[in-house]
């Protein structure tokens, strides 16, 4: 879609020449106050001012930044071999596509104006960065799009290799967990939590392998564990 937010110098040509001076400045838009009134389109509302005799024109820019869209690395691994390989074109394009875009640019304007107590506005965005998702969200979207384009037998069999592997990897984890003196020490809530903190702080690899297991927090992983430890009397 057309780029179609004016920048900051066409709107000085367009003041100087319809005989307004420009204000940077920022409101609250309320689009349930009585007071203020939206004009959708830019040139009516501009027409408008012009109309009124109003001779400042508040304006405000809005940026969108590339680090908010850009999907890092991290956020594209651990996955099945298949999901993985897919994932990473699919990324890959997606990322490409990011940085096209000249985030110098800014992505909404706000201008307005105030007439006998009434405030009139008017913004225009940039709906191709306004229809992105932000990079986490992009991720699940892609996930999903990559998940529905493998056969059902094959996405089964992938599934059920995953989760073995996913057991198989929870199994050593707390087999190292529980074989750790300071661990058999952390009997209360506030104990685990330190422990929770400086053990993964030293195996951040593991931080991240529960977080693709469905732990949003280490701590409930040591929770569940540590319930398993003492039902076993190891904490005695």
Do not use: C
Not at 50 to 75: G, Q, R, T
Not at 130 to 154: A, D, N
Not at 164 to 180: G, Y
Not at 200 to 221: N, V
Request: aromatic share 16%; glycine share 2%; no cysteine.
């Amino acid at each position: 879609m057309e780029y179609q937010i004016p920048l900051k110098e066409d709107l000085e040509s367009l003041a100087k020449t319809r005989g307004f001076s420009l204000v940077n400045g920022t409101i609250e838009i309320d689009r349930e106050s009585e007071n203020q009134i939206k004009i959708p389109n830019q040139k009516e509302f501009l027409d408008f001012h012009v109309h009124v005799e109003n001779k400042l024109l508040f304006y405000n820019y809005l940026y969108a930044y590339e680090e908010d869209y850009l999907i890092p690395n991290e956020y594209n691994q651990g996955y099945e071999e298949t999901i993985q390989e897919r994932l990473n074109m699919e990324i890959h394009e997606y990322n490409k596509m990011i940085k096209e875009i000249d985030f110098q640019k800014p992505s909404l304007l706000l201008m307005y104006y105030i007439k006998e107590g009434f405030l009139f506005y008017n913004y225009t965005v940039w709906e191709h960065v306004f229809e992105l998702s932000e990079y986490e969200e992009m991720v699940e979207i892609i996930v999903k799009k990559v998940v529905r384009e493998i056969p059902e037998e094959r996405l089964k069999e992938i599934s059920e290799k995953t989760q073995a592997e996913k057991d198989k990897q929870k199994q050593e984890l707390k087999e190292l967990i529980f074989a750790d003196s300071t661990f058999k020490t952390s009997t209360n809530l506030r104990f685990r939590k330190a422990y929770t903190a400086r053990f993964f702080q030293s195996h951040p690899e593991y931080q991240e392998f529960l977080r693709h297991a469905g732990y949003s927090h280490p701590i409930f992983f040591i929770e569940e564990i540590w319930k398993e430890f003492k039902e076993k009397g190891l904490h005695k």
